[in-house]
């Protein structure tokens, strides 16, 4: 398998990063990976904090146990969340998922044409 391919498919599947450190690009790998998990980290608590909210109302009686009433509660955190951080942290991620896979793609790429190249 070309370079390439693997690189930007370990960046696509696994984690942002990941297809820099096979092409031995340390730095661009810890950037890539620690934006990302710093990212990932936010994301997750905020997730876990809203969680633990529709639970305590759930067990004091605020919300009925219903499935429906309870997915409809989760909605509403979900979309009603106007926190700037958590959709920019969100939009980071991504970025960093991207860019990820996109660059590591094109340093194997051009690992590959230099390859192909001297071996002519």
Known sequence: MRKSIKAALLSALAFPGVGHFSLKKPIQGVLLSGISTVC???LLTTTIE???QLSVKVQSGEI???VDKISEMISQQLVGSDDLRIN????LFVIC???GIVDS???GWSRDNN???STK
């Not at 920019?88 to 939009?91: A, E, I, P, R, Y």
Request: charged share 15%; hydrophobic share 65%.
């Open 40 to 42: 990932l980290y936010f």
């Open 50 to 52: 809203i969680a633990q």
């Open 64 to 66: 009925p146990m219903d």
């Open 88 to 91: 920019m942290s969100l939009l």
């Open 97 to 99: 998922w991207f860019v």
């Open 105 to 107: 793609f094109r340093v």
């Open 115 to 117: 390859n192909d190249a």
